[in-house]
DNA sequence: ATTTTGTATACTGTATACAATATGGAGTCG
DNA sequence: CGACTCCATATTGTATACAGTATACAAAAT
């Protein structure tokens, strides 16, 4: 017998909304129209503010009582946060993973390939990076884990894109991809875990003087 | 002019609820029947489901389209994720506060004393060695962070409720609490960091045997 | 006796309705 | 001209209504 999974829409509604924060259709700091935004998508209210609570318990969002919501604001306090959080769950998550089989290095190697090649264009280069995160955690078998870091991933980019932005400028780190993979090669999983923070920790010292510059 | 904060539903909901799952009213497993709860508690189901919408993400519900909402299982797959998060995390929360002042110390101990008192009552056990673990971080000013400690300690109690329900054992830590705070004392912030890993560790190695042998 | 099928009921997922508050603008006063 | 008050409107938060699916039970068939 099959099962057949019925998909609830807010899975659906949140993947669209989160798409547009994470374009910067919805800006940081931008308002949500309830209404406007469910005829927009098509679905009504109810479905709409169950993707949109879930949103703000992940973090895109905020809400004030009888205001709505809003996008979260980018700022250095919370990208000190964020950033931290981030490579201290992927590296456990990196920590949790079995030594990756010769056909998930060619992966890693074709994705960088594929990231070195559209380093121009942030959006793309942005969309490679991610795959190539996470495709290194493929295996891991820690569910849990993986979740919270894919949530945090989608944040970390969502600074990185009103970076690129706005500044024009595209940090990439193919080359941190290659010795992240050398390291895993040897089989040095402390060094591969800790070259990962290090691949966060630079996008973070781009972010921070730009945040404290562009926000008063 | 002063701003009252009025509170949606959804937070007291969720409070209480989640009170009742922590105690075990709603037992792992457990399904959830919306429109009994929502008239139990006092509110339509509008306000209810947002509150077990939030507790699903958090990870203390699971629900299957068409069928609802059910209390997340204890499993030993599970306790071995979330302890390593936690510890990850409360470590790094622990890492980022500023040394306690003398008063903070003070407040510790007292604490401590208390879960002495009390190390023979699991339920007041428990009180006391989450509001130690609170207090410790009470001065990290990553609100981010210590809001997702907070949830995975909610977690952790669940777990150690059952056991102590269940094998009538009580597992306490203030000699562990106490060498935490030693080390403070003597700013000492790496070893901190390690024995607050070990006393969840600690809590974990109780707990797998016993999730391994209940649960078939 | 046990399995299968049909049917009634219960419950979830979504839409809509309603009440209360926040927002914005016109008019008024300083 | 700017600040303030009052009112109309928009928007949120909550309740209720509705449709479709899952569950439970009874009757029929093997």
Excluded at 67 to 78: H, I, K, N, P, S
Excluded at 101 to 112: D, G, H, S, V
Excluded at 172 to 196: F, M, N, Y
Aim: proline share 6%; net charge neutral; hydrophobic share 40%.
């Amino acid at each position: 017998m099959i099962t057949i999974a019925r998909a609830p829409l807010r899975r659906e509604v949140r993947r669209i909304v989160l798409d547009r924060i994470l374009r910067g259709e919805i800006p940081p700091g931008g308002g949500i129209n309830e209404s406007e935004l469910a005829i927009d998508i098509g679905v009504s209210r109810t479905p709409l503010r169950e993707a949109l609570l879930g949103l703000e318990r992940e973090g895109f969002l905020r809400s004030e009582t009888g205001r709505g919501f809003f996008a979260a604001a980018l700022t250095a306090e919370d990208a000190e946060e964020l950033y931290p959080i981030l490579w201290t769950l992927e590296g456990l998550a990196l920590a949790s993973s079995p030594s990756p089989t010769p056909a998930r290095k060619a992966e890693l190697e074709r994705i960088n390939a594929d990231l070195a090649r559209y380093e121009r264009i942030p959006e793309r280069a942005l969309d490679f990076d991610r795959l190539w995160h996470d495709t290194l955690l493929a295996a891991c078998p820690k569910r849990r884990l993986l979740a919270m870091t894919e949530v945090l991933k989608d944040q970390a980019r969502r600074y990185e894109r009103a970076y690129m932005a706005d500044s024009g400028r595209v940090f990439v780190s193919t080359r941190q991809h290659e010795e992240i993979l050398e390291a895993l090669e040897k089989d040095e999983r402390e060094r591969a875990v800790r070259l990962l923070e290090t691949n966060w920790r630079v996008s973070l010292d781009f972010l921070l003087p730009w945040l404290r510059k562009a926000r008063p």
